[in-house]
């Protein structure tokens, strides 16, 4: 069951509220963990524990319509005393099971507070929210020095929310007139605030990021007593991507993300052994420094990929617990259930020469174990983060990366450690850090004090809805759009936003080979709010396989015989319009007709205005843009399946 226990003002959310999850201990369990839509439906972050027969966890959330579950044992169970229950689906993280429903709210019809997401100024305009019981209001005007009529941005099933864009003040005196739907006129107000800014790294609004997978980019580096290619490794090394820094160059981009370069014992890296030093099959500590180098040489930022929710089971201090058990100085740097941590039949499997490392890995699966894992992948053991040893090595590893010469930093499943955490870590980064988290749905919890801004998952789940299985429309995709706004406010600008990454199947795949569609689904990301990443060889019409979340690492193809030069071309000239566009980068977005499957929007920042029109039908359709376009205002004929982006350039800087 879920009880609100009461509300606490909050300068970023408005209002959080405090809400107890519990549900029965039903036997002798060991562990639980509350899941649900504010942590992607992952163990780790959210831990329950005994009391009164009861598994229990008190946490805050924003109030809205939330789903979850429970994980006991690793099992997963809905809510036993909770009858409202619905089939809940995410395309963005291939999630969809039963859960149980939390409307978390107070009783209010009305809803305003000065704080970041309801009142915050960003680039040149001030943003002033109210949020309503959905369904309950007609309209509402903002009164200042005069009455603006606010428009209704979006709906999530609980509210309704309501945005005036004003030019930017550094202080106002503001209420509201609402019309109610029953004919009652409600005032609220008046307030008195300075509008809340965000604070963000300087350089990150006008990056386009490009993430690398090393192993699977380019090989620079004879292999000497390093993995074999094949059980998955496909042997590409930082010297190998030192040697195609020119292409990144030609491209356009001007940030770099890698994934996990740590010593580890996959191909992908997300099983730490050391966090500090480069794995020697990528070339070590000296082909980071020198990459490091020529990155700063040519003004390309570089993030790095922090596994802190889990090591691997090889990292020295798991080694240390397996042999030392209750006298190992790292009992609590686990989730450790009991003792011994494994038996004796998994450890002769891994020290078997004659096993391959794939039947090594494989064997183990079904052999019992005391502790808590990644999805119960017995490479990766989870990190016990209440303890503050745990908390100080996070912040050891960033700061090391840092200091060496990264920018930034991506964390690895951040919605499987507690929030708490990662406010500790940030408080303690510099300044001038990037810093997102894998957060694969709302991340309003997550947002504002863990980090600038998260890999934006709740927008790729919407784009995969309007693109590839065409199962919402353009205004619906719009109230997903205008929704995610009203939930990270200025945030929503610093989302690393992407079309794939290297745990999703190609967008291309996803299209069917249709480059028509894929163009289209760039030009949008590349024209919306947030910092737009291109996956490694997307840029050539690279392939790889559907159905699996890894079914997009495939190895880079240096064979420019096989690149569609087509997406190539047009790759290069969205990244060059999206550098170049301060529109792109901060301006306002100001939908203009969004319907059945056309959607037009400008990008408007001072006197920069930016027009996009996408067209996904297979009919041609006839566009006007709107005054201000010169020779361009005259209607323009859209193709089937494609875009038209029109610019008026700013005619001076601010």
């Known amino acids: 069951m879920y009880k609100i226990f009461g509300f606490r003002k909050d300068k970023a959310l408005g209002r959080v509220t405090l809400v107890e999850f519990s549900t029965p201990v039903e036997r002798e369990e060991k ?68 859960a149980s429903v939390a409307r978390i709210t107070g009783d209010e019809e009305v809803f305003h507070v000065p704080s970041l997401l309801y009142l915050y100024t ?57 019309q109610m739907k029953d004919g009652r006129i409600e005032y609220l107000g008046p307030f008195e605030a300075i509008p809340s800014e965000i604070s963000a790294p300087s350089w990150v609004l006008e990056s386009v990021f490009y993430q690398i997978m090393p192993d699977r980019f380019a090989i620079g580096l004879e292999r000497k007593g390093l993995p074999a290619k094949g059980e998955n490794f496909h042997g590409g090394d930082l010297r190998g991507i030192r040697d195609h820094l020119n292409h990144l160059l030609e491209l356009g981009v001007n940030g770099l993300y890698l994934t996990p370069i740590f010593e580890s014992k996959t191909y992908h890296g997300y ?26 040489g040519m003004g390309i930022r570089l993030i790095l990929d922090g596994v802190f929710h889990h090591t691997s089971f090889f990292h020295p201090y798991f080694q240390d617990l397996i042999r030392n ?42 052999m019992g174990r005391n502790y808590e894992s990644f999805f119960s992948v017995w490479l990766m053991p989870r990190l016990n983060h209440d303890n503050p040893r745990v908390r100080g090595l996070i912040v050891e590893t960033m700061k090391h990366w840092l200091e060496r010469g990264a920018d930034g930093w991506r964390l ?57 299985t065409e199962e919402i429309d353009a205004e619906e995709f719009l ?67 559907v159905g699996d979340m890894s079914g997009g690492r495939t190895p880079m193809d240096w064979n420019q015989e096989g690149w569609s030069r087509e997406i190539l071309t047009v790759t290069g000239e969205l990244i060059n319009l999206r550098r170049t566009s301060r529109a792109l980068q901060i301006g306002e977005f100001r939908p203009l007709k969004f319907s059945g499957k056309l959607l037009i929007y400008e990008r408007i920042w001072t006197s920069e205005r930016i027009m996009i ?25 859209i193709a089937p399946i494609s875009f038209l982006i029109l610019r008026r350039a700013a005619s001076h800087t601010p």
């Not at 927008?459 to 309007?466: E, G, H, M, T, W």
Request: proline fraction near 5%.
């Open 31 to 98: 562990y639980a963990y509350l899941l649900g839509s504010f942590n992607a439906f992952n163990e780790g972050s959210f831990r329950m524990s005994k009391a009164g027969g009861r598994w229990k966890i008190e946490t805050e959330l924003p109030e809205g319509l939330w789903h979850y579950a429970f994980s006991v044992d690793g099992s997963y169970t809905t809510d036993p005393e909770n009858p409202e229950k619905t089939t809940y689906k995410r395309r963005s993280y291939k999630f969809e099971r039963t």
């Open 613 to 637: 029109a996408i067209n996904l039908s297979n009919s041609t359709v006839e566009v006007v843009p709107p005054g201000g376009y010169g020779e361009h205002m005259k209607p323009k004929r």
């Open 479 to 545: 109230n997903e759009l205008e929704l995610l706004s009203a939930y990270y406010g200025p945030a929503e600008y610093l989302t690393y936003n992407f079309l794939d990454n290297h745990d999703t199947e190609r967008f291309l795949d996803l299209v069917e080979g249709d480059r028509r569609k894929y163009l289209c689904a760039l030009a949008f990301l590349m024209t919306y709010k947030g910092i737009p990443s291109i996956f490694y060889g997307d840029e050539i019409g690279l392939r790889g396989s």
């Open 325 to 366: 058990g209750e006298k190992s100085k790292y009992r609590e740097f686990y989730r450790i259930r009991g003792f011994p941590v494994v038996p004796r039949e998994f450890l002769d499997v891994l020290s078997n020469p004659k096993l391959s490392w794939v039947e090594k890995y494989l064997r183990p699966k079904g």
């Open 271 to 296: 099983d730490v052994e050391d966090y500090f030093h480069v794995a020697r099959r990528l070339g070590g500590d000296e082909e980071f420094d020198a990459l490091v180098r020529e990155l700063k």
């Open 122 to 178: 960003f680039s040149t305009r001030t943003h002033v929210l109210l949020r309503a019981k959905g369904g309950r209001m007609e309209g509402v005007a903002l009164i200042t020095n005069e009455k603006v009529p606010m428009q209704k941005k979006g709906s999530d099933g609980l509210f309704d929310y309501f945005e005036a864009v004003v030019p930017a003040e550094k202080r106002m005196e503001y209420s509201f007139e609402a």
């Open 412 to 468: 690895d499943v951040a919605h499987g450690v507690p929030p708490e955490v990662w406010n500790e870590v940030r408080r303690k980064m510099p300044a001038e850090a990037y810093l997102i988290g894998e957060v694969m749905d709302d991340a309003r919890p997550w947002l504002f004090n863990a980090f600038h801004g998260v890999m934006n998952y709740r927008l790729y789940d919407a784009v995969l809805r309007f693109f590839v």
